[in-house]
């Protein structure tokens, strides 16, 4: 189990690395603005995810990890071609959304080629973790990255940076996809019967889709509402702050995406003590990562600052030692809803999300009547100490539960 979660850990620091040295390249190569129609874009692309999430990697992780044979394999075909439909749906949809939010034709166009190439790229991660595979993922990704970063390079020589970094994206994904991938028996021709398969899925996937949407909003509302009240430029540089941040929550992201099979594995089989121990081993490792990283961050601050020359590029560093709370404040959150996910509890997770993202919405909303743009991350922070103790007033009862139990 260790090694699984090691190397799915490993492969997050690949894809946060990347990730995080383009956008830093992005940020000092660009203006604001155009910066900020990058990060509207990605995050626009990155909308689909969520479905694709609650529909089918959940089901994947948590449904799929126990069975073999041919029934593995029916199952596998029908997650897999209804995948299929729920990205080319939810593609579209990005499009569309990015051209009511005022993004060029040609970069809506780019963002729905990401969230199509991203979401098939996804399945294969996941369905690596899944059989228990993370060398296929960390092989997948490296190819992708390292594609991604070069073509960055080479595209920029023809194309605006922002449309060099997201089209980078989308061969890379390709790239990655051609070299490393798993068979996924996919039969669209099947659609209506894999759908009719489908229907005892839906039971508990309709309220991990509901989560999904709430969990998005929770993510990335901000985004949206900065774009709208303030605009591209104003979005570049608070984004900005939380680019040298995302390492800490990405890399919790990687934690739960190795986790949430085995912690399923494990509750499966009616050992909710070794889960909850797996979640709280598992959350205080990441905590105390990020808390280092933030503090060393945070302390070459002024070595940062001096390595900037533009004034105007230089003012979001000083949001980031907001940015560093809101990161570490994120992560339990993000592992007992992996927790929550592995016990088929969407609507418990769900409902929790609501209440952080009505109050953080509420808050956002100064940003239209003068509010400064630091308000929107002391939005952030207060949703994510709402929801932080909501889920820890469920989860630690059952802790000393389990405890009491065993002992």
Same mark, same amino acid.
């Given at each position: 189990?260790?090694?699984?979660? +090691?190397?799915?850990?490993?492969?997050?620091?690949?894809?946060?690395?990347?990730?995080?040295? #383009?956008?830093?390249?992005?940020?000092?190569?660009?203006?604001?603005?155009?910066?900020?129609?990058?990060?509207?874009?990605?995050?626009?692309?990155?909308?689909?995810?969520?479905?694709?999430?609650?529909?089918?990697?959940?089901?994947?992780?948590?449904?799929?990890?126990?069975?073999?044979?041919?029934?593995?394999?029916?199952?596998?075909?029908?997650?897999?071609?209804?995948?299929?439909?729920?990205?080319?749906?939810?593609?579209?949809?990005?499009?569309?959304?990015?051209?009511?939010?005022?993004?060029?034709?040609?970069?809506?166009?780019?963002?729905?080629?990401?969230?199509?190439?991203?979401?098939?790229?996804?399945?294969?991660?996941?369905?690596?973790?899944?059989?228990?595979?993370?060398?296929?993922?960390?092989?997948?990704?490296? =190819?992708?990255?390292?594609?991604?970063?070069?073509?960055?390079?080479?595209?920029?020589?023809?194309?605006?940076?922002?449309?060099?970094?997201?089209? /980078?994206?989308?061969?890379?994904?390709?790239?990655?996809?051609?070299?490393?991938?798993?068979? %996924?028996? @996919?039969?669209?021709?099947?659609?209506?019967?894999?759908?009719?398969?489908? /229907?005892? +899925?839906?039971?508990?996937?309709?309220?991990?889709?509901?989560?999904?949407?709430? &969990?998005?909003?929770?993510?990335?509302?901000?985004?949206?509402?900065?774009?709208?009240?303030?605009?591209?430029?104003?979005?570049?540089?608070?984004? *900005?702050?939380?680019? #040298?941040?995302?390492?800490?929550?990405?890399?919790?992201?990687?934690? $739960?995406?190795?986790?949430?099979? =085995?912690?399923?594995?494990?509750?499966?089989?009616?050992?909710?003590?070794?889960?909850?121990?797996?979640?709280?081993?598992? %959350? *205080?490792?990441?905590?105390?990562?990020?808390?280092?990283?933030?503090?060393?961050?945070?302390?070459?601050?002024?070595?940062?600052?001096?390595?900037?020359?533009?004034?105007?590029?230089?003012?979001?560093?000083?949001?980031?030692?907001?940015?560093?709370?809101?990161?570490?404040?994120?992560?339990?959150?993000? @592992?007992?809803?992996?927790?929550?996910? *592995?016990?088929?509890?969407? !609507? $418990?997770?769900?409902?929790?999300? @609501?209440?952080?993202?009505?109050?953080?919405?509420?808050?956002?909303?100064? #940003?239209?009547?003068? /509010?400064?743009? !630091?308000?929107?991350?002391?939005?952030? =922070?207060?949703?994510?100490?709402?929801? #932080?103790? &909501?889920?820890?007033?469920?989860?630690?009862?059952?802790?000393?539960?389990?405890?009491?139990?065993?002992?």
């Amino acid at each position: 189990m260790r090694h699984v979660v +090691y190397l799915a850990v490993l492969n997050q620091a690949v894809v946060s690395g990347s990730m995080f040295a #383009l956008n830093v390249a992005l940020i000092g190569l660009s203006s604001p603005a155009a910066y900020g129609q990058f990060v509207l874009a990605l995050a626009l692309s990155l909308l689909s995810f969520g479905a694709q999430n609650a529909l089918i990697l959940l089901p994947l992780n948590v449904l799929l990890a126990p069975l073999s044979g041919q029934r593995r394999r029916v199952s596998l075909r029908m997650l897999s071609t209804i995948d299929a439909a729920v990205l080319g749906l939810t593609s579209l949809s990005v499009i569309g959304l990015s051209l009511l939010f005022g993004l060029p034709p040609f970069l809506a166009v780019l963002a729905g080629a990401l969230a199509l190439t991203n979401g098939m790229r996804e399945f294969q991660r996941s369905l690596y973790l899944t059989d228990g595979k993370p060398a296929g993922l960390l092989w997948l990704d490296i =190819i992708t990255f390292a594609v991604a970063l070069t073509t960055t390079a080479a595209l920029s020589f023809v194309l605006s940076l922002t449309e060099a970094a997201l089209t /980078a994206l989308i061969i890379g994904n390709l790239a990655g996809l051609a070299f490393v991938r798993q068979p %996924t028996l @996919c039969s669209p021709s099947r659609l209506p019967r894999m759908l009719r398969r489908y /229907a005892p +899925y839906w039971t508990k996937s309709r309220w991990a889709l509901f989560g999904a949407g709430v &969990t998005e909003a929770h993510l990335r509302l901000y985004v949206f509402v900065i774009e709208f009240a303030r605009g591209s430029a104003a979005l570049g540089m608070v984004y *900005a702050g939380r680019v #040298l941040v995302n390492p800490v929550t990405l890399l919790a992201f990687g934690w $739960t995406r190795a986790s949430r099979p =085995i912690i399923a594995r494990q509750l499966a089989e009616g050992d909710k003590r070794t889960a909850l121990h797996t979640l709280f081993a598992g %959350t *205080a490792v990441l905590i105390l990562i990020g808390a280092v990283y933030v503090v060393i961050l945070n302390a070459c601050l002024p070595l940062i600052k001096g390595m900037i020359a533009s004034p105007e590029s230089r003012a979001f560093l000083d949001l980031l030692p907001l940015w560093s709370l809101f990161a570490v404040l994120a992560v339990p959150a993000i @592992c007992i809803g992996v927790y929550l996910q *592995a016990a088929h509890r969407y !609507q $418990t997770l769900a409902m929790s999300i @609501c209440g952080s993202v009505l109050v953080s919405g509420v808050l956002l909303c100064g #940003l239209f009547f003068g /509010a400064p743009l !630091q308000w929107a991350i002391y939005s952030l =922070i207060i949703g994510e100490v709402v929801l #932080l103790t &909501t889920l820890l007033a469920i989860v630690l009862p059952e802790a000393l539960e389990a405890r009491e139990v065993a002992a």
